[in-house]
């Protein structure tokens, strides 16, 4: 995470965050044509910040089992198993779909090409070209889980019909 220089970073170090950000867009724009993404770049004293989120997706953004944990309210699936914050190579993410975390993934290696990052969290040493955070906006995060559960819920009542009635599952 930390000791890395992107290899865009020399040939765009000079540019402000905001022409950065720019470029990042352009260069996810030209690997992912369908999807759409939300960059914002921030300059403050202590530094400067390009956040990056997806905000609109063809297809399932959650896994079976992420669905199953949040529909069903005695699930034997624990809150550890999906962190809030799920972040990309540090844990592995089950909340996610293959096909997102590999969006995910690309979109972060994409900003990092374009940043450098010489800290030492050990002593208290900060020097990075700036922050870069990378997501899914919840703009299209928490519409997405509500359709993707009640279509969850569909599909796997009409295998629990019983349990469904009774209100056990999809809650």
Known sequence: MY???GENYKKTQDL?????GKLIKKEFKKEFPGLKLSVSSKTYSGGQSI???????????FTDSFLQYRSDPDSM???ETFPDYCEIKRIHCQKWTDEVLKVLERLEEIGNSFNMDDSDIQTDYFRNSFYYFSGIDSGLEYPQLEKEKLEYCKRISMKNAEMFEEGKICK
């Open 16 to 20: 402000s965050v905001a022409e950065i």
């Open 51 to 61: 956040r990056a989120y997806i905000t609109e997706f063809e297809g399932n953004l």
């Open 77 to 79: 699936l624990s809150n």
């Open 3 to 5: 000791k890395f220089e």
